[in-house]
């Protein structure tokens, strides 16, 4: 009989990680699959396992991820924690591609130095934008390939598992059917807007986007920036841009 499958699929909010973490209570699941580098994976299993206390697990993604290893648990830290105090102690598994990674990082930086340029100089280089995006697309493309092959190879040894990851997985799910694994899609986090620089990157992966819309969308990246992210921490700023993006939705007049 094959797997059951819980995709999580978790934009990079508060409210997406703690109903996540709701998620994991409720399925208690023989293995959990979690989109973070795999080079952390055993120390990951440690924590969860409480053989190490957080800040040591903190001290210890630090010589394995670049600094500040933080940064690239952001949104996971609360699911961390939570599966210290799951009854039914899952095996846990890290499945980010190590060398996609580790380019995703260069290429962080590289988005923190166009950005800055822009803030300072007024301008958008639409080129160079498109070019560090569009490489960074080929990249994840290739990189998801390699990682739909790990997360179904590790699956098909229990019956019940959760997948969590950032983007509708439909690769994923038809690769997880061929094997005869039973694969349940469920979005948490919603409604979530997304911020300037993803709706960038979505329309880059759907095709072609004109310079005009590259340099819009790069001046909308700046000021939400400027309003969000100045102002509060990652997940914070990220819940709240979405409440006033969609603030119809939440039975308010206006964005204020």
Not at 9 to 34: C, D, G, Q, T, W
Not at 154 to 174: D, F, G, N, S, W
Not at 197 to 210: M, Q
């Amino acid at each position: 009989m094959g797997a059951e499958v819980e995709i999580i699929v978790k934009p990079p909010s508060m409210r997406a990680s703690r109903e996540a973490a709701a998620e994991l209570r409720r399925i208690e699941p023989e293995a959990v699959m979690l989109n973070l580098p795999e080079s952390i994976s055993n120390l990951v299993q440690d924590l969860a396992s409480e053989n190490i206390e957080y800040d040591d697990f903190l001290e210890k993604v630090e010589e394995r991820l670049p600094s500040p290893a933080e940064a690239w648990l952001k949104g996971y830290e609360h699911l961390l924690l939570e599966l210290r105090g799951l009854r039914r102690g899952p095996d846990i598994y890290c499945y980010g591609d190590m060398i996609a990674f580790e380019i995703e990082a260069r290429r962080a930086v590289d988005i923190a130095r166009l950005t800055l340029r822009a803030m300072i100089t007024g301008r958008v280089d639409a080129d160079e934008w498109l070019s560090l995006l569009s490489e960074e697309k080929r990249i994840a493309e290739i990189a998801s390939i390699r990682e739909a092959e790990k997360i179904v190879s590790v699956l098909m040894r229990y019956e019940k598992a959760i997948c969590i990851l950032e983007q509708a997985p439909a690769h994923l799910k038809e690769r997880l059917i061929r094997e005869g694994m039973k694969p349940k899609v469920r979005y948490v986090g919603q409604p979530y807007h997304f911020t300037p620089l993803e709706i960038l990157r979505r329309k880059l992966a759907k095709g072609g986007v004109s310079t005009e819309e590259v340099e819009a969308l790069v001046k909308e990246h700046i000021k939400f920036i400027r309003e969000y992210i100045y102002r509060k921490p990652l997940l914070e700023a990220l819940d709240e841009w979405s409440m006033n993006k969609l603030y119809w939705l939440h039975g308010r007049r206006d964005k204020s």
